[in-house]
């Protein structure tokens, strides 16, 4: 996971997580309601504009420093699963979803240093929780790890989605970019959906896992936020206009129920 982190998308119309509201403070960044309203405030700005605000600066850095960090534990978490892998077919698969987290990783960490901060210090903040969550989140088998990679990162990826429609032109560009499907969501549902054919009562311990990882997701990426404080004023609206305490809470609801379509999809209870 991301960090409140993989970057998958189902990839039909009934798995896909629900889009960011455009009605939080501004519209076309990532989806649209349908209006013809003009995106406005920061997210009407590029990154030359909006970083002249040291606060809002402050934010963007954390945010890219904690995609990176969870970019980079996804690389790994992806090489280990491969372990786990029963056939060659899902070993190749596997290397080549991990490629493609580290070539995310590398696209964040160069920005880092291209607006002037040190990758390796962006991404410090947010390794005791991430590690903590991975360590409290270990698998223990292939399928586990499949629910892992396919649910847990999806809720973090529908969090960045979120985030992203308040972010200035650059940012919200390079974060969508890097959240862009690797394959992992059509391979989990696959095996997940063969394995319970085969065997039904795997659903019943997937489904519980599955509620699990969804918990802890959640805890930890509003421990994260809670923890940031550029990053929670930028949420909430003081850096991002439009964002309010209200608006928090429908967000996180819409991730939930992203998440309920997600499980649909691998055939297990919500």
Excluded at 140 to 156: C, P, T
Excluded at 203 to 215: D, H, K, Q, T, V
Excluded at 241 to 250: I, N, P, T
Aim: aromatic share 6%.
């Amino acid at each position: 996971m991301r960090c409140m982190t993989t970057s998958d998308k189902p990839e039909n119309a009934s798995e896909e997580p629900a889009e960011p509201a455009a009605s939080v403070g501004s519209t076309g960044s990532t989806g649209s309601t349908g209006s013809d309203e003009a995106v406005t405030g920061i997210a009407a700005q590029d990154w030359a504009q909006a970083s002249a605000d040291p606060q809002y600066r402050a934010a963007v850095v954390d945010l890219l420093g904690a995609l990176a960090y969870g970019e980079l534990a996804a690389f790994e978490r992806l090489a280990e699963d491969a372990k786990l892998a029963p056939t060659l077919e899902d070993k190749a698969e596997l290397a080549k979803m991990a490629s493609a987290e580290f070539h995310h990783f590398e696209r964040l960490r160069d920005r880092l240093t291209e607006i002037g901060e040190e990758p390796t210090a962006a991404m410090e903040p947010f390794v005791a929780a991430l590690d903590g969550f991975h360590r409290q989140t270990a698998p223990s088998d292939w399928l586990e790890g499949l629910v892992k990679a396919y649910v847990g990162d999806s809720i973090a990826s529908d969090f960045y989605r979120e985030v992203a429609v308040r972010l200035d032109s650059d940012s919200r560009a390079l974060v969508l970019a890097v959240l862009d499907d690797t394959g992992h969501a059509g391979f989990a549902v696959d095996r997940v959906r063969a394995a319970i054919d085969a065997e039904p009562r795997v659903g019943g311990r997937l489904a519980l896992w599955a509620r699990r990882l969804m918990g802890e997701a959640l805890s930890q990426s509003q421990r994260v936020v809670a923890d940031r404080d550029a990053l929670s004023t930028m949420l909430v609206g003081g850096v991002a206009d439009g964002f309010d305490l209200a608006e928090v809470g429908r967000m996180f609801s819409r991730i939930t129920e992203a998440h309920t379509k997600r499980m649909a999809a691998l055939g297990l209870a919500a």
